[in-house]
Protein backbone atom coordinates (compact mmCIF):
# COMPACT_ATOMS: atom_id res chain seq x y z
CA UNK A 1 0.00 0.00 0.00
CA UNK A 2 2.98 2.52 0.58
CA UNK A 3 4.58 1.77 -2.16
CA UNK A 4 1.84 1.81 -4.54
CA UNK A 5 0.56 5.26 -2.95
CA UNK A 6 4.30 6.37 -3.54
CA UNK A 7 4.32 5.54 -7.01
CA UNK A 8 0.52 6.91 -8.12
CA UNK A 9 2.13 10.31 -6.82
CA UNK A 10 5.07 9.97 -8.82
CA UNK A 11 2.64 9.08 -12.00
CA UNK A 12 0.43 12.50 -10.90
CA UNK A 13 3.74 14.67 -10.67
CA UNK A 14 5.27 13.21 -13.81
CA UNK A 15 2.32 14.41 -15.91
CA UNK A 16 2.34 17.55 -14.03
CA UNK A 17 6.30 18.01 -15.31
CA UNK A 18 7.59 18.26 -11.67
CA UNK A 19 9.64 15.31 -10.92
CA UNK A 20 12.49 13.70 -12.92
CA UNK A 21 11.56 11.10 -15.34
CA UNK A 22 12.73 7.23 -15.07
CA UNK A 23 16.80 7.05 -14.98
CA UNK A 24 16.58 10.73 -13.80
CA UNK A 25 16.59 11.76 -9.85
CA UNK A 26 16.43 15.52 -8.38
CA UNK A 27 20.02 15.78 -6.66
CA UNK A 28 21.80 18.91 -4.39
CA UNK A 29 24.38 20.50 -6.78
CA UNK A 30 26.39 23.11 -5.33
CA UNK A 31 29.24 23.88 -7.47
CA UNK A 32 29.88 23.32 -11.40
CA UNK A 33 32.94 22.89 -13.17
CA UNK A 34 33.60 25.39 -16.04
CA UNK A 35 35.36 23.49 -19.03
CA UNK A 36 36.69 24.90 -22.37
CA UNK A 37 35.21 23.21 -25.38
CA UNK A 38 39.35 21.60 -25.10
CA UNK A 39 38.24 19.82 -21.67
CA UNK A 40 40.48 22.61 -19.84
CA UNK A 41 39.46 23.46 -16.16
CA UNK A 42 38.29 27.10 -16.58
CA UNK A 43 36.73 27.94 -13.05
CA UNK A 44 34.18 26.66 -10.27
CA UNK A 45 31.25 28.48 -10.01
CA UNK A 46 28.69 28.33 -7.07
CA UNK A 47 25.46 27.56 -7.83
CA UNK A 48 24.32 27.94 -4.34
CA UNK A 49 20.88 29.80 -3.70
CA UNK A 50 19.41 31.47 -0.42
CA UNK A 51 16.77 29.84 1.31
CA UNK A 52 13.98 31.46 3.25
CA UNK A 53 16.00 32.53 5.96
CA UNK A 54 19.25 33.52 3.83
CA UNK A 55 21.39 30.65 4.31
CA UNK A 56 23.05 29.32 1.11
CA UNK A 57 22.05 25.74 0.11
CA UNK A 58 22.52 23.57 -2.69
CA UNK A 59 20.40 24.04 -5.77
CA UNK A 60 18.29 20.91 -6.76
CA UNK A 61 18.64 19.75 -10.01
CA UNK A 62 17.59 16.67 -12.24
CA UNK A 63 20.45 14.67 -13.18
CA UNK A 64 21.09 11.19 -14.18
CA UNK A 65 20.26 8.54 -11.58
CA UNK A 66 23.35 7.04 -9.70
CA UNK A 67 24.51 3.87 -8.77
CA UNK A 68 23.63 3.09 -4.67
CA UNK A 69 26.65 3.21 -3.29
CA UNK A 70 28.40 2.57 0.32
CA UNK A 71 32.24 1.51 0.75
CA UNK A 72 32.30 0.42 -2.64
CA UNK A 73 33.82 3.23 -5.63
CA UNK A 74 30.67 3.60 -8.25
CA UNK A 75 30.82 6.55 -10.06
CA UNK A 76 28.12 9.01 -11.00
CA UNK A 77 27.44 10.16 -14.61
CA UNK A 78 27.69 13.65 -15.69
CA UNK A 79 28.01 14.45 -11.95
CA UNK A 80 29.30 13.51 -8.69
CA UNK A 81 31.60 14.80 -6.08
CA UNK A 82 35.17 15.89 -5.92
CA UNK A 83 36.49 12.75 -5.04
CA UNK A 84 34.92 10.65 -8.53
CA UNK A 85 35.42 14.27 -11.11
CA UNK A 86 38.79 15.51 -9.71
CA UNK A 87 40.49 12.71 -7.69
CA UNK A 88 40.96 15.20 -4.42
CA UNK A 89 39.27 16.34 -1.37
CA UNK A 90 39.74 18.13 1.38
CA UNK A 91 40.23 15.24 4.15
CA UNK A 92 43.04 14.09 2.23
CA UNK A 93 45.21 17.01 1.52
CA UNK A 94 48.51 16.98 3.48
CA UNK A 95 49.71 20.30 4.80
CA UNK A 96 52.86 20.76 6.82
CA UNK A 97 51.55 20.48 10.22
CA UNK A 98 50.33 17.20 10.22
CA UNK A 99 52.25 14.63 12.21
CA UNK A 100 53.41 11.14 10.47
CA UNK A 101 50.22 9.43 11.34
CA UNK A 102 48.12 12.03 9.88
CA UNK A 103 50.08 12.08 6.79
CA UNK A 104 50.27 8.12 6.42
CA UNK A 105 46.23 8.11 6.88
CA UNK A 106 45.68 10.96 4.49
CA UNK A 107 47.59 9.73 1.65
CA UNK A 108 45.94 6.25 1.82
CA UNK A 109 42.63 8.56 1.34
CA UNK A 110 44.12 10.27 -1.48
CA UNK A 111 45.11 6.79 -3.24
CA UNK A 112 41.66 6.50 -2.35
CA UNK A 113 40.50 9.36 -4.53
CA UNK A 114 42.56 8.85 -7.43
CA UNK A 115 40.89 5.34 -7.75
CA UNK A 116 37.22 7.12 -7.94
CA UNK A 117 38.47 10.11 -10.54
CA UNK A 118 39.74 6.58 -12.59
CA UNK A 119 36.51 4.71 -11.82
CA UNK A 120 34.23 8.16 -13.35
CA UNK A 121 36.95 8.81 -16.33
CA UNK A 122 36.54 4.97 -17.42
CA UNK A 123 32.76 5.24 -17.29
CA UNK A 124 32.34 8.24 -18.59
CA UNK A 125 35.22 7.24 -21.56
CA UNK A 126 32.81 4.67 -22.34
CA UNK A 127 29.56 5.96 -22.14
CA UNK A 128 30.37 8.64 -24.55
CA UNK A 129 32.97 6.86 -27.21
CA UNK A 130 30.81 7.51 -29.85
CA UNK A 131 29.42 10.50 -28.85
CA UNK A 132 30.63 13.49 -31.15
CA UNK A 133 28.79 16.94 -29.65
CA UNK A 134 30.54 19.57 -27.98
CA UNK A 135 29.59 18.62 -24.48
CA UNK A 136 30.69 14.56 -24.85
CA UNK A 137 34.30 15.84 -26.75
CA UNK A 138 34.27 18.39 -23.67
CA UNK A 139 34.17 16.07 -20.74
CA UNK A 140 35.84 13.29 -22.64
CA UNK A 141 39.20 15.80 -23.17
CA UNK A 142 38.68 16.71 -19.60
CA UNK A 143 38.98 13.45 -18.17
CA UNK A 144 41.71 12.41 -20.52
CA UNK A 145 44.04 15.45 -19.94
CA UNK A 146 43.04 15.96 -15.78
CA UNK A 147 45.83 14.41 -13.94
CA UNK A 148 44.60 14.22 -9.87
CA UNK A 149 48.51 14.44 -9.21
CA UNK A 150 48.80 17.73 -10.21
CA UNK A 151 45.62 18.32 -9.51
CA UNK A 152 46.78 20.72 -6.30
CA UNK A 153 49.25 22.95 -8.42
CA UNK A 154 46.18 24.18 -10.89
CA UNK A 155 45.54 27.80 -10.20
CA UNK A 156 41.57 27.35 -10.24
CA UNK A 157 42.04 24.59 -7.80
CA UNK A 158 44.52 27.26 -5.51
CA UNK A 159 41.53 29.33 -5.34
CA UNK A 160 39.37 27.24 -3.27
CA UNK A 161 41.17 25.47 -1.10
CA UNK A 162 40.21 27.49 1.91
CA UNK A 163 36.20 27.11 1.34
CA UNK A 164 33.81 24.28 1.05
CA UNK A 165 34.31 23.49 -2.62
CA UNK A 166 36.55 20.06 -2.08
CA UNK A 167 34.13 18.87 0.73
CA UNK A 168 31.51 16.78 -0.21
CA UNK A 169 29.31 19.00 -2.08
CA UNK A 170 28.39 17.87 -5.26
CA UNK A 171 29.08 19.07 -9.43
CA UNK A 172 28.07 18.58 -12.85
CA UNK A 173 29.65 20.20 -15.70
CA UNK A 174 29.50 23.47 -18.27
CA UNK A 175 31.13 24.52 -21.14
CA UNK A 176 32.28 28.45 -20.68
CA UNK A 177 29.96 30.64 -22.06
CA UNK A 178 27.50 28.05 -22.78
CA UNK A 179 23.50 28.55 -21.59
CA UNK A 180 23.32 25.21 -19.59
CA UNK A 181 24.67 22.28 -18.14
CA UNK A 182 25.99 18.94 -19.28
CA UNK A 183 22.94 17.17 -18.01
CA UNK A 184 20.43 18.94 -20.10
CA UNK A 185 22.61 18.37 -23.52
CA UNK A 186 20.33 16.28 -25.67
CA UNK A 187 22.55 14.32 -27.00
CA UNK A 188 24.22 13.29 -23.74
CA UNK A 189 20.48 13.07 -22.38
CA UNK A 190 19.70 10.57 -25.15
CA UNK A 191 22.69 8.00 -24.45
CA UNK A 192 21.37 8.17 -21.05
CA UNK A 193 17.81 7.66 -21.49
CA UNK A 194 19.00 4.66 -23.76
CA UNK A 195 21.59 3.09 -21.90
CA UNK A 196 17.77 2.80 -19.20
CA UNK A 197 15.89 1.07 -21.88
CA UNK A 198 18.46 -1.87 -22.16
CA UNK A 199 16.65 -4.94 -21.12
CA UNK A 200 19.53 -7.57 -21.63
CA UNK A 201 19.41 -10.31 -19.43
CA UNK A 202 17.76 -8.28 -16.33
CA UNK A 203 15.36 -11.33 -14.67
CA UNK A 204 11.90 -10.37 -15.36
CA UNK A 205 8.83 -10.68 -13.24
CA UNK A 206 5.55 -9.84 -12.20
CA UNK A 207 5.72 -6.17 -10.02
CA UNK A 208 3.78 -6.32 -6.26
CA UNK A 209 3.35 -2.75 -7.38
CA UNK A 210 2.26 -2.55 -10.85
CA UNK A 211 0.82 -6.13 -11.20
CA UNK A 212 3.00 -6.00 -14.92
CA UNK A 213 5.24 -8.24 -16.02
CA UNK A 214 8.60 -6.27 -16.31
CA UNK A 215 12.51 -6.22 -15.44
CA UNK A 216 12.97 -6.85 -11.39
CA UNK A 217 14.96 -4.41 -9.05
CA UNK A 218 17.37 -6.30 -7.50
CA UNK A 219 18.84 -3.47 -5.57
CA UNK A 220 16.94 0.03 -4.45
CA UNK A 221 18.33 3.05 -4.33
CA UNK A 222 18.63 4.57 -0.93
CA UNK A 223 16.57 7.43 0.76
CA UNK A 224 18.67 10.65 0.76
CA UNK A 225 18.13 13.43 3.83
CA UNK A 226 16.68 11.38 6.39
CA UNK A 227 17.92 12.97 9.88
CA UNK A 228 20.46 10.28 11.34
CA UNK A 229 20.81 7.97 8.22
CA UNK A 230 23.67 7.65 6.29
CA UNK A 231 24.41 10.50 3.92
CA UNK A 232 24.84 7.72 1.39
CA UNK A 233 20.90 6.61 1.79
CA UNK A 234 18.89 4.51 3.72
CA UNK A 235 17.37 1.28 1.75
CA UNK A 236 13.49 1.17 2.43
CA UNK A 237 13.73 -2.61 0.79
CA UNK A 238 16.50 -4.47 0.93
CA UNK A 239 17.85 -7.68 1.35
CA UNK A 240 21.45 -8.55 1.87
CA UNK A 241 21.77 -11.61 4.22
CA UNK A 242 20.55 -15.07 4.28
CA UNK A 243 18.66 -15.25 6.95
CA UNK A 244 16.12 -12.49 5.45
CA UNK A 245 15.76 -14.05 1.91
CA UNK A 246 13.01 -16.56 0.95
CA UNK A 247 13.22 -20.07 -0.36
CA UNK A 248 14.55 -20.55 -3.88
CA UNK A 249 15.61 -17.01 -4.22
CA UNK A 250 19.04 -16.99 -2.54
CA UNK A 251 21.27 -14.74 -2.92
CA UNK A 252 19.08 -12.93 -5.36
CA UNK A 253 18.66 -9.93 -3.28
CA UNK A 254 15.02 -7.69 -4.60
CA UNK A 255 13.77 -11.09 -5.97
CA UNK A 256 12.60 -11.95 -2.57
CA UNK A 257 9.78 -9.28 -2.91
CA UNK A 258 9.66 -8.39 -6.83
CA UNK A 259 9.43 -4.77 -7.50
CA UNK A 260 10.14 -3.89 -11.22
CA UNK A 261 12.82 -1.38 -12.08
CA UNK A 262 9.82 1.26 -12.60
CA UNK A 263 8.43 1.44 -9.24
CA UNK A 264 11.61 1.59 -7.85
CA UNK A 265 12.97 4.15 -9.54
CA UNK A 266 9.00 5.76 -8.84
CA UNK A 267 8.76 5.14 -5.22
CA UNK A 268 12.55 6.14 -4.11
CA UNK A 269 12.80 9.45 -6.69
CA UNK A 270 9.02 10.89 -5.22
CA UNK A 271 10.13 10.05 -1.53
CA UNK A 272 13.49 11.99 -2.15
CA UNK A 273 11.76 15.01 -3.55
CA UNK A 274 9.17 14.85 -0.77
CA UNK A 275 11.89 14.50 2.09
CA UNK A 276 14.21 17.28 0.36
CA UNK A 277 11.07 19.86 0.64
CA UNK A 278 10.04 21.96 3.53
CA UNK A 279 6.90 21.82 2.71
CA UNK A 280 6.01 18.35 2.55
CA UNK A 281 8.17 16.97 5.28
CA UNK A 282 9.00 17.84 8.88
CA UNK A 283 11.08 16.29 12.07
CA UNK A 284 9.00 15.45 14.99
CA UNK A 285 10.65 13.68 17.94
CA UNK A 286 13.28 12.24 15.43
CA UNK A 287 10.74 10.64 13.50
CA UNK A 288 10.57 12.26 9.97
CA UNK A 289 6.98 13.23 8.74
CA UNK A 290 6.35 13.10 4.69
CA UNK A 291 3.04 13.98 3.73
CA UNK A 292 1.25 14.73 0.11
CA UNK A 293 -2.35 15.23 -1.82
CA UNK A 294 -3.10 12.55 -3.90
CA UNK A 295 -3.78 15.75 -7.10
CA UNK A 296 -0.25 17.12 -6.01
CA UNK A 297 -1.61 20.87 -4.75
CA UNK A 298 0.89 21.61 -2.63
CA UNK A 299 -1.02 23.80 -0.51
CA UNK A 300 -3.11 20.90 1.07
CA UNK A 301 0.59 20.18 2.66
CA UNK A 302 0.96 23.70 3.80
CA UNK A 303 -2.04 23.62 5.63
CA UNK A 304 -1.57 20.17 7.64
CA UNK A 305 2.31 21.42 8.17
CA UNK A 306 1.12 25.09 9.30
CA UNK A 307 -0.95 23.14 11.97
CA UNK A 308 1.73 20.41 12.41
CA UNK A 309 4.87 22.56 13.75
CA UNK A 310 2.93 26.02 14.05
CA UNK A 311 5.30 27.81 10.90
CA UNK A 312 4.01 29.01 7.95
CA UNK A 313 5.70 27.56 4.72
CA UNK A 314 3.23 28.59 1.85
CA UNK A 315 0.79 30.64 0.85
CA UNK A 316 -1.62 29.12 3.72
CA UNK A 317 -1.12 31.44 6.89
CA UNK A 318 -1.92 30.49 10.55
CA UNK A 319 -5.10 33.18 9.68
CA UNK A 320 -6.34 31.08 7.25
CA UNK A 321 -6.75 27.92 8.77
CA UNK A 322 -9.74 28.86 11.14
CA UNK A 323 -11.94 29.59 7.85
CA UNK A 324 -10.79 26.31 6.12
CA UNK A 325 -11.96 24.34 9.30
CA UNK A 326 -15.03 25.96 9.23
CA UNK A 327 -15.77 24.66 5.56
CA UNK A 328 -14.20 21.31 6.15
CA UNK A 329 -15.57 20.56 9.34
CA UNK A 330 -19.04 21.13 7.20
CA UNK A 331 -17.82 18.68 4.09
CA UNK A 332 -18.14 21.81 2.12
CA UNK A 333 -15.32 22.84 -0.56
CA UNK A 334 -13.23 26.48 0.20
CA UNK A 335 -11.37 28.66 -1.91
CA UNK A 336 -8.67 30.40 -0.35
CA UNK A 337 -6.06 32.17 -2.53
CA UNK A 338 -7.01 30.76 -5.30
CA UNK A 339 -6.75 27.50 -3.88
CA UNK A 340 -9.84 25.01 -4.01
CA UNK A 341 -9.69 22.96 -1.01
CA UNK A 342 -12.08 19.55 -1.14
CA UNK A 343 -12.50 17.33 1.90
CA UNK A 344 -13.14 14.00 -0.45
CA UNK A 345 -9.72 14.72 -1.89
CA UNK A 346 -6.81 11.89 -0.09
CA UNK A 347 -3.97 12.74 1.81
CA UNK A 348 -1.64 10.39 2.90
CA UNK A 349 1.04 10.56 6.08
CA UNK A 350 3.87 8.34 6.31
CA UNK A 351 6.21 8.54 9.45
CA UNK A 352 10.02 6.97 9.01
CA UNK A 353 13.07 6.72 11.30
CA UNK A 354 16.85 5.86 10.37
CA UNK A 355 17.84 2.15 11.46
CA UNK A 356 21.93 1.79 10.25
CA UNK A 357 21.43 1.49 6.59
CA UNK A 358 17.74 1.16 6.36
CA UNK A 359 14.41 2.84 7.29
CA UNK A 360 11.62 1.67 9.83
CA UNK A 361 8.15 2.53 9.37
CA UNK A 362 6.39 4.11 11.77
CA UNK A 363 2.91 4.54 10.54
CA UNK A 364 1.41 5.03 7.25
CA UNK A 365 -1.89 7.31 7.24
CA UNK A 366 -4.41 7.75 4.42
CA UNK A 367 -7.64 8.94 4.39
CA UNK A 368 -9.91 11.75 2.81
CA UNK A 369 -8.37 15.56 3.62
CA UNK A 370 -12.06 16.51 5.11
CA UNK A 371 -11.58 13.55 7.98
CA UNK A 372 -7.73 14.93 8.54
CA UNK A 373 -9.22 18.28 9.21
CA UNK A 374 -12.03 16.87 11.26
CA UNK A 375 -9.36 15.10 13.40
CA UNK A 376 -7.29 17.81 14.05
CA UNK A 377 -9.71 20.27 14.75
CA UNK A 378 -11.00 17.76 17.77
CA UNK A 379 -7.00 18.00 18.54
CA UNK A 380 -7.17 21.19 19.03
CA UNK A 381 -10.18 21.76 20.84
CA UNK A 382 -9.25 19.37 23.45
CA UNK A 383 -6.36 21.22 23.52
CA UNK A 384 -7.75 24.63 24.40
CA UNK A 385 -7.17 26.07 27.54
CA UNK A 386 -6.81 29.46 29.01
CA UNK A 387 -3.00 30.88 28.50
CA UNK A 388 -1.26 33.53 29.90
CA UNK A 389 -1.07 36.43 27.83
CA UNK A 390 3.16 36.30 26.71
CA UNK A 391 2.00 33.23 24.80
CA UNK A 392 1.24 33.51 21.05
CA UNK A 393 0.37 30.04 19.44
CA UNK A 394 -3.44 29.85 18.43
CA UNK A 395 -2.82 26.37 18.50
CA UNK A 396 0.05 23.92 20.35
CA UNK A 397 2.09 22.10 17.35
CA UNK A 398 2.72 18.42 18.01
CA UNK A 399 7.14 19.14 18.47
CA UNK A 400 6.51 21.50 21.34
CA UNK A 401 4.13 18.93 23.02
CA UNK A 402 6.79 15.83 22.87
CA UNK A 403 9.35 18.44 23.65
CA UNK A 404 7.14 18.88 27.22
CA UNK A 405 7.87 15.81 27.42
CA UNK A 406 11.83 15.40 27.39
CA UNK A 407 14.35 16.27 30.49
CA UNK A 408 15.17 20.13 29.20
CA UNK A 409 18.32 19.53 31.78
CA UNK A 410 19.64 16.72 29.95
CA UNK A 411 21.77 16.78 26.57
CA UNK A 412 19.54 14.61 24.53
CA UNK A 413 16.13 16.83 24.60
CA UNK A 414 14.22 14.95 22.32
CA UNK A 415 11.54 13.19 22.44
CA UNK A 416 11.26 9.20 22.42
CA UNK A 417 10.53 8.17 18.43
CA UNK A 418 7.70 5.64 19.52
CA UNK A 419 6.14 8.07 21.44
CA UNK A 420 6.66 11.12 18.54
CA UNK A 421 4.98 8.43 16.43
CA UNK A 422 2.04 7.20 18.58
CA UNK A 423 0.92 10.37 19.49
CA UNK A 424 0.90 11.54 16.06
CA UNK A 425 -1.22 8.50 15.22
CA UNK A 426 -3.91 9.61 17.84
CA UNK A 427 -3.91 12.74 16.55
CA UNK A 428 -4.79 11.86 12.76
CA UNK A 429 -7.20 9.06 13.89
CA UNK A 430 -9.08 10.30 16.21
CA UNK A 431 -7.83 7.22 18.91
CA UNK A 432 -6.71 7.92 22.65
CA UNK A 433 -3.45 9.60 23.49
CA UNK A 434 -0.83 7.36 23.88
CA UNK A 435 -0.55 6.58 27.74
CA UNK A 436 2.90 7.45 28.07
CA UNK A 437 2.25 11.19 26.81
CA UNK A 438 -0.14 11.09 30.07
CA UNK A 439 2.44 9.76 32.43
CA UNK A 440 5.44 11.61 30.59
CA UNK A 441 3.99 14.96 31.59
CA UNK A 442 2.50 13.86 35.01
CA UNK A 443 6.27 12.80 35.73
CA UNK A 444 8.22 16.24 34.16
CA UNK A 445 5.53 18.05 36.05
CA UNK A 446 6.47 16.27 39.08
CA UNK A 447 10.54 15.93 37.93
CA UNK A 448 10.70 20.37 37.26
CA UNK A 449 11.31 23.22 39.11
CA UNK A 450 10.72 26.67 37.58
CA UNK A 451 13.97 28.16 36.24
CA UNK A 452 13.64 31.34 34.25
CA UNK A 453 17.18 31.26 32.43
CA UNK A 454 16.69 27.62 31.09
CA UNK A 455 13.03 28.52 29.96
CA UNK A 456 11.48 25.52 32.24
CA UNK A 457 8.28 25.78 34.25
CA UNK A 458 6.77 23.29 36.52
CA UNK A 459 3.00 23.60 35.24
CA UNK A 460 3.26 25.51 31.77
CA UNK A 461 0.33 26.12 29.38
CA UNK A 462 1.65 23.42 27.30
CA UNK A 463 2.21 20.25 29.84
CA UNK A 464 -1.74 21.65 31.05
CA UNK A 465 -3.37 21.77 28.16
CA UNK A 466 -1.83 17.96 27.01
CA UNK A 467 -3.34 17.19 30.54
CA UNK A 468 -6.68 18.83 29.53
CA UNK A 469 -6.76 16.80 26.24
CA UNK A 470 -5.22 13.01 27.54
CA UNK A 471 -8.51 13.55 30.43
CA UNK A 472 -11.28 13.98 27.60
CA UNK A 473 -10.25 11.56 25.72
CA UNK A 474 -8.96 8.85 27.33
CA UNK A 475 -10.80 9.44 30.61
CA UNK A 476 -14.18 11.33 29.02
CA UNK A 477 -14.45 13.75 31.63
CA UNK A 478 -16.22 16.03 29.55
CA UNK A 479 -18.36 17.53 32.22
CA UNK A 480 -15.85 17.76 34.78
CA UNK A 481 -13.44 19.92 32.47
CA UNK A 482 -13.74 23.62 31.07
CA UNK A 483 -11.32 25.85 29.17
CA UNK A 484 -11.22 28.62 32.25
CA UNK A 485 -11.41 27.94 35.89
CA UNK A 486 -14.78 26.03 36.88
CA UNK A 487 -15.86 27.50 40.71
CA UNK A 488 -19.06 24.78 40.36
CA UNK A 489 -17.17 21.74 40.29
CA UNK A 490 -17.22 19.64 43.02
CA UNK A 491 -14.58 17.23 42.23
CA UNK A 492 -12.65 16.87 45.04
CA UNK A 493 -9.29 16.71 43.50
CA UNK A 494 -10.13 20.27 41.33
CA UNK A 495 -10.92 21.33 44.26
CA UNK A 496 -7.85 20.69 46.28
CA UNK A 497 -5.92 21.85 43.03
CA UNK A 498 -7.54 25.08 43.29
CA UNK A 499 -6.70 25.47 47.16
CA UNK A 500 -3.11 24.82 46.71
CA UNK A 501 -2.68 27.43 44.06
CA UNK A 502 -4.88 30.32 46.85
CA UNK A 503 -2.43 28.88 49.52
CA UNK A 504 0.56 29.98 47.92
CA UNK A 505 -0.52 33.37 45.94
CA UNK A 506 -1.36 33.74 49.95
CA UNK A 507 2.50 33.48 51.06
CA UNK A 508 3.50 35.49 47.89
CA UNK A 509 1.26 38.23 49.04
CA UNK A 510 2.14 38.20 53.02
CA UNK A 511 6.15 37.52 51.63
CA UNK A 512 6.76 40.28 49.34
CA UNK A 513 10.10 38.96 47.26
CA UNK A 514 9.98 35.45 48.37
CA UNK A 515 11.98 32.96 46.06
CA UNK A 516 10.90 29.86 47.54
CA UNK A 517 7.27 28.31 47.88
CA UNK A 518 4.97 25.81 49.33
CA UNK A 519 4.81 24.46 45.16
CA UNK A 520 8.67 24.19 45.31
CA UNK A 521 8.45 22.09 48.73
CA UNK A 522 5.35 20.29 49.26
CA UNK A 523 3.33 20.45 45.30
CA UNK A 524 4.19 16.95 44.62
CA UNK A 525 3.29 15.11 47.64
CA UNK A 526 0.01 17.58 47.90
CA UNK A 527 -0.58 15.90 44.70
CA UNK A 528 0.05 12.54 45.23
CA UNK A 529 -1.21 12.23 49.16
CA UNK A 530 -3.14 14.89 49.72
CA UNK A 531 -4.61 13.62 53.56
CA UNK A 532 -0.86 13.89 54.73
CA UNK A 533 -0.18 17.31 52.92
CA UNK A 534 -3.09 19.37 53.52
CA UNK A 535 -3.15 20.07 57.23
CA UNK A 536 0.16 21.05 56.68
CA UNK A 537 -0.63 23.53 54.28
CA UNK A 538 -3.57 24.75 55.95
CA UNK A 539 -1.62 25.68 59.09
CA UNK A 540 0.66 27.36 57.04
CA UNK A 541 -2.27 29.28 55.77
CA UNK A 542 -3.46 30.33 59.02
CA UNK A 543 0.17 32.09 59.55
CA UNK A 544 0.32 33.50 56.45
CA UNK A 545 -3.07 35.10 56.60
CA UNK A 546 -2.26 36.66 60.39
CA UNK A 547 1.01 38.64 58.51
CA UNK A 548 -1.82 40.43 56.67
CA UNK A 549 -3.03 42.74 59.35
CA UNK A 550 -2.09 45.87 57.12
CA UNK A 551 -4.23 44.46 54.25
CA UNK A 552 -7.55 44.02 56.05
CA UNK A 553 -8.90 43.57 52.38
CA UNK A 554 -7.05 41.04 51.07
CA UNK A 555 -6.97 38.72 54.44
CA UNK A 556 -11.06 38.89 53.96
CA UNK A 557 -10.53 37.92 50.38
CA UNK A 558 -8.23 34.69 51.00
CA UNK A 559 -10.34 34.05 53.78
CA UNK A 560 -13.14 33.80 51.77
CA UNK A 561 -12.20 32.15 49.61
CA UNK A 562 -10.64 29.22 51.52
CA UNK A 563 -13.64 29.49 53.12
CA UNK A 564 -15.43 28.32 49.85
CA UNK A 565 -13.07 25.82 49.08
CA UNK A 566 -13.14 24.06 52.22
CA UNK A 567 -16.91 23.88 52.51
CA UNK A 568 -16.72 21.95 48.93
CA UNK A 569 -14.59 19.32 50.65
CA UNK A 570 -15.30 19.56 54.22
CA UNK A 571 -11.44 19.40 55.10
CA UNK A 572 -10.93 17.48 58.48
CA UNK A 573 -13.04 15.00 57.84
CA UNK A 574 -12.19 11.21 55.30
CA UNK A 575 -13.73 13.40 52.21
CA UNK A 576 -9.82 14.37 51.79
CA UNK A 577 -8.39 11.68 50.43
CA UNK A 578 -5.28 9.78 51.44
CA UNK A 579 -4.10 9.11 47.68
CA UNK A 580 -4.90 10.38 44.22
CA UNK A 581 -4.40 8.20 41.39
CA UNK A 582 -3.13 8.98 38.02
CA UNK A 583 -6.32 10.60 36.72
CA UNK A 584 -7.39 12.61 40.10
CA UNK A 585 -3.81 13.77 39.83
CA UNK A 586 -4.36 15.11 36.38
CA UNK A 587 -7.31 17.18 37.71
CA UNK A 588 -5.45 18.39 40.57
CA UNK A 589 -2.85 19.71 38.21
CA UNK A 590 -5.56 21.22 36.50
CA UNK A 591 -7.15 23.08 38.93
CA UNK A 592 -4.35 24.78 40.31
CA UNK A 593 -3.42 26.19 36.80
CA UNK A 594 -7.29 27.52 36.38
CA UNK A 595 -6.59 28.62 39.61
CA UNK A 596 -3.53 30.03 39.17
CA UNK A 597 -4.48 31.70 35.59
CA UNK A 598 -7.37 33.29 37.17
CA UNK A 599 -5.25 35.58 39.70
CA UNK A 600 -3.86 36.98 36.89
CA UNK A 601 -7.28 37.57 33.79
CA UNK A 602 -8.52 40.71 34.41
CA UNK A 603 -12.38 40.99 35.83
CA UNK A 604 -13.69 41.85 32.50
CA UNK A 605 -12.01 38.81 30.78
CA UNK A 606 -13.36 36.69 33.10
Known sequence: MILQSLVQYYETLEKQGKIAKPGWISAKISFALCIDANGKLMKIISLKEQDKKGKEVPRIMSVPEGTKRS????????????????????????????????????????????????????????????????????????????????????SVIKEHLDDDVLSKANFVFIIEKSLFYAQEDNELKEIWDTI????????????????????????????????????????????????????????????????????????????????????????IGGTTIVFWAQDAVEEYSDVFSTILTGEETGVIEQQDLAYIFEHICQNQSVDVKGINFKPSNEFYILGITPNIARLSIRFF???????????????????????????????????????????KNSKD?????????????AVLTGAPYPQLLYQSILLRVKADQDNQDKHIQKISWIKASVIKACLLRNYRLEEEITVALDENNENVAYVLGRLFSVLEVLQEKSNPGITTTVKDRYFNAACATPGTIFPIL????N???????????????????????????????????????LEEQGLFILGYYHQRQSFYTKKEDK
Do not use: M
Open 196 to 283: QTEVNDRTQGQCLVTGKIAPIALLHPGIRGIRGGQPAGCSLVSFNDSAYESYGHVKDQGLNAPVSEYATFAYTAVLNKLVSSSRHSKL
Open 543 to 581: HHLRKLVTERGSKIYFEKLIGELENKIDIGSSTVPTRLN
Open 365 to 407: WHDTFGNLINNIRRYTDELELIKPSYEKWQNIPLWAILQETAN
Open 71 to 154: VNIAPQFLWDNSKYLLGINSESIVVETDSEIVKKSKLKKAKRDQECFLSAKELHLKLLNSATGIYAKAIKNFFVGWNPEKALKD
Open 538 to 541: LKLG
Open 413 to 425: KSASPLLAGSTLR
